[in-house]
């Protein structure tokens, strides 16, 4: 599933969403695309990884549990695959040791669920406006 808005605080980002619940990649789906960003989304990370080998993103936003492999590892394939390296920011409800291996995977942005939707658009912008980064950070909520 993908779209495109006009304007937005993210215009003209490209962001592929991992999310394997239903409800949260449709609304993050629903509100990336209103701040402007052309969203496309996978429930799963051999969907993410096949996405990401075709088509460019600026951005990596990504849950660490998914049904099929192991977020670390979706990072680590999409960032082997893709054809520019995006910006990687995980959401995750884990904490250690998961947060530490994804960013040792690639993450440059570890958030902690759960998640102001404010303090994710703003790290989604800073994201967009560096480019693919090797500073990893972590943010809890």
């Known amino acids: 599933m993908q779209g495109q808005g006009s304007r937005g605080e993210l215009a003209a980002g490209r962001i592929l969403l991992v999310e394997d619940a239903d409800d949260i990649r449709d609304a993050f789906g629903v509100l990336l695309r209103a701040e402007g960003a052309d969203v496309a989304t996978a429930a799963t ?31 680590r394939e999409v960032l082997a695959t893709a054809p520019v390296r995006p910006h990687v920011v995980v959401v995750t409800g884990y904490g250690e040791p998961y947060a530490s ?11 902690t ?20 980064g090797d500073d990893a950070a972590s943010v809890a909520a």
């Open 45 to 75: 990370g051999r969907e993410a990884v096949e996405l990401a080998g075709r088509k460019a993103f600026d951005v990596l936003l990504t849950d660490l549990g998914l049904p099929d492999i192991p977020g670390d590892i979706l990072i």
């Open 101 to 111: 291996r994804a960013r040792e995977a690639g993450a440059d942005v570890v958030l």
């Open 113 to 132: 669920k759960p998640i102001e939707w404010t303090l994710l658009l703003q790290q989604l912008r800073k994201s967009l406006q560096s480019g693919s």
